[in-house]
Every structure is written in structure tokens, then in C-alpha cells.
Nanobody, 115 residues
Framework: QVQVVESGGGLVQPGGSLRLSCVVS????????IAWYCQAPGKQRELVAH???????NYADSVKGRFTISRNNAENTVYLQMSSLKPEDTAVYYC?????????WGQGTQVTVSS
């Protein structure tokens, strides 16, 4: 019943920026830790960043200083501001809650960084 829709991806040149959105429908995220993940072709899904219910954030070392995760509980939405993008950031990006039974995985949003 809970549905996750990721959006905001696209094709961008190295050094560019994108803002990803994760809208959760049919559930309330205010008490949940929400994470962004990425999955490149042929690789397992990896944690990019997460944000707790109180707003505490953590990031993978590879994105520290470049990405910012934020949330708007009233809109049931989590964002990922991506700056200084690198070709190695190319992947499908997904969001989901951390802990307990996960939401059904959405389609993700494709981020391609290429010159």
C-alpha cells in the first residue's frame, strides 16, 4: 500500500547539480529514518545517505561535502541535493526507510553524469 516515487534524475555534466525527490504515499515518515541508495549496473545497492526523524544526517564517504539530504515531513518527502557530480555517481537512485519492514522499492530515478 505504501508507495515510493523517486524523481529528479537526469543527464548532467561533471560538476553539475541535481535535486532528487522521494515522495512517500500511504505512510507517514515523520518517525522514520529515510535513506537514499544508489545502484550502478552490475553492482549491489549501496547506501548514499540517511536522515533520522530528528534530522540527524549521515553520508557515505564518497559523497560527503557534495550531497545534502533533507526532509519535509508535512509533505512526506525526502530530498537529495547533489552537487559537484562525478561520473562515478552514475546510478539509479532509490529511497526507503531504515529499520523494520521496508517499503516496496520504487522504480528509482536515473542519474547519469557524463561529458
Amino acid at each position: 500500500q505504501v508507495q515510493v516515487v523517486e524523481s529528479g534524475g537526469g543527464l548532467v555534466q561533471p560538476g553539475g547539480s541535481l535535486r532528487l525527490s522521494c515522495v512517500v504515499s500511504g505512510g507517514i515518515i515523520r518517525f522514520q529514518t529515510i535513506a537514499w541508495y544508489c545502484q550502478a549496473p552490475g553492482k549491489q545497492r549501496e547506501l548514499v545517505a540517511h536522515i533520522t526523524s530528528s534530522g540527524t544526517t549521515n553520508y557515505a564517504d564518497s559523497v560527503k561535502g557534495r550531497f545534502t539530504i533533507s526532509r519535509n515531513n508535512a509533505e512526506n518527502t525526502v530530498y537529495l541535493q547533489m552537487s559537484s557530480l562525478k561520473p562515478e555517481d552514475t546510478a539509479v537512485y532509490y529511497c526507503n526507510k531504515v529499520g523494520g519492514f521496508p517499503y516496496s522499492w520504487g522504480q528509482g530515478t536515473q542519474v547519469t553524469v557524463s561529458s
